[in-house]
């Protein structure tokens, strides 16, 4: 013990500069921590020594209170940062810790998608899209999805529909799937994730609501929206969402602003 005392700090010096060049300050505290720890321990040492020449009774308090000092060392030893290979682990904050794909896909479309464009538009297919600049609050479902978790949402709703035409909202009075304009109506998003068993219940407590999910709400009168829950949270904790209600990609405070119809989570 008395070896590894008096070479901790040298051992720390190396770790700071050559092996471990990775490590953070953290790891570097952890070691000037147990020195000091390895220190008292050995100062205990020495003071069980003297009290043998002493009485039993002055003998027994020393002894307990080396105990209790090596218990704090072992104890305290086991909180620092893993080692493993050499490469210290940083702490992750919140949000990193509940960081979800589909969020950050979505959330990189803010500043690029800045207005609303729900014109009828033919597209190629399949990948097709409109540019960036534009779209409406599916697009950025779509586009979300297809850059986070490789899903093509266009086409698998496409395909759905070619096999289960009858089961999708007759609102607009088609014969037949169109891949040009099906997949950016919320309706027929709101079936698809039910077919699918992406379901979940509608509730008002912002703990039910998980950064990624999907949430179907109604605008107005009877205007079907769909956003993105994101990772951030008021002072309270309502997550903020991610759409495109008129001015283009935003990330705004709104989840309860309007009646929720639909909660859906995306199963990768």
């Known amino acids: 013990m008395i070896l590894l005392w008096a070479n901790l700090p040298f ?10 060049k990775s490590c953070d300050d953290t790891l570097v505290n ?30 027994f308090r020393s002894a307990t209170w080396l105990l209790a000092m090596i218990a704090w060392f072992v104890v305290g030893c086991d909180q620092g940062p893993t080692l493993g290979d050499g490469n210290s682990a940083t702490p992750k904050t919140k949000r990193e810790a509940t960081a979800s794909p589909i969020v950050t896909a979505a959330r990189s479309q803010i500043g690029k998608t800045l ?42 709703l496409h395909e759905d529909m070619k096999t289960a035409f009858s ?12 891949p040009n ?40 009168r009877n205007l079907a929206h769909i956003m993105i829950v994101s990772d951030k949270k008021t002072p309270t904790g309502v997550p903020f969402v991610i759409h495109n209600i008129g001015s283009g990609a935003q990330e705004e405070n709104r989840l309860f602003d309007f009646p929720i119809t639909g909660h859906f989570r995306i199963k990768k």
């Open 11 to 20: 051992t720390s010096k190396v770790c700071y500069q050559n092996k471990f």
């Open 167 to 178: 089961a999708y909202p007759n609102i607009w009075g088609l014969k037949k799937p169109d």
């Open 30 to 59: 952890e070691y000037r921590i147990i020195n000091k720890k390895l220190s008292i321990a050995l100062g205990s040492l020495l003071m069980l020594k003297q009290a043998t020449r002493t009485n039993c009774r002055t003998r």
């Open 181 to 220: 304009i099906d997949h950016r109506r919320v309706p027929n998003l709101k079936t698809y994730f039910k077919r699918r068993g992406c379901s979940l219940v509608v509730t008002r407590k912002a703990k039910d609501y998980l950064p990624g999910d999907l949430v179907i709400c109604t605008v107005g």
């Open 115 to 156: 207005s609303y464009y729900p014109t009828y538009v033919g597209l190629a297919y399949p990948n097709g899209d409109l540019p960036i600049e534009t779209g409406v609050c599916t697009d950025v479902v779509i586009r979300a999805l297809r850059d986070a978790c490789k899903i093509d949402l266009r086409k698998l």
